[in-house]
């Protein structure tokens, strides 16, 4: 059995849909933005449409970077291989020294200390 449908979405509620979007990233910066002024840091923080590590890279430059500071979800060897990794492609195409670090989750569920 096969089945055939299409979907449509008119002008109208594609831009309904885009200006939801643009709300929440737009909160979501304005958080971030918050935390970097709460934790004592001076930095930017944009929304950049793209390929997440070329648009990294080529940000960073632009803006005159001294340090790319990214995490990392600890995906092993076979996931990153097939998929890819943001931080893997930051570290190996960025002309700007880069810092690749984990959640705190991740070192206490290895039993290691978060000091």
């Known amino acids: 059995m096969k089945l055939n449908f299409q979907a449509y979405v008119d002008a109208a509620g594609l831009q309904l849909l885009y200006e939801e979007e643009k709300k929440k990233i737009d909160k979501t910066i304005e958080s971030l933005g918050q935390k970097m002024k709460d934790h004592g840091l001076v930095g930017k923080v944009r929304s950049v449409g ?3 590590g070329e648009v990294i890279c080529r940000v ?17 060897t076979m996931r990153r291989t097939f998929l890819g990794s943001v931080s893997d492609y930051v570290v190996h195409h960025s002309h700007i020294p880069v810092l690749v670090t984990r959640h705190r ?10 000091h």
Do not use: Y
């Open 105 to 114: 989750d991740h070192h206490e569920a290895l039993g290691h200390s978060s």
């Open 50 to 52: 793209g390929n997440p």
């Open 60 to 76: 960073a430059t632009e803006e005159k970077a001294g340090l790319i500071i990214t995490g990392t979800r600890g995906m092993g």
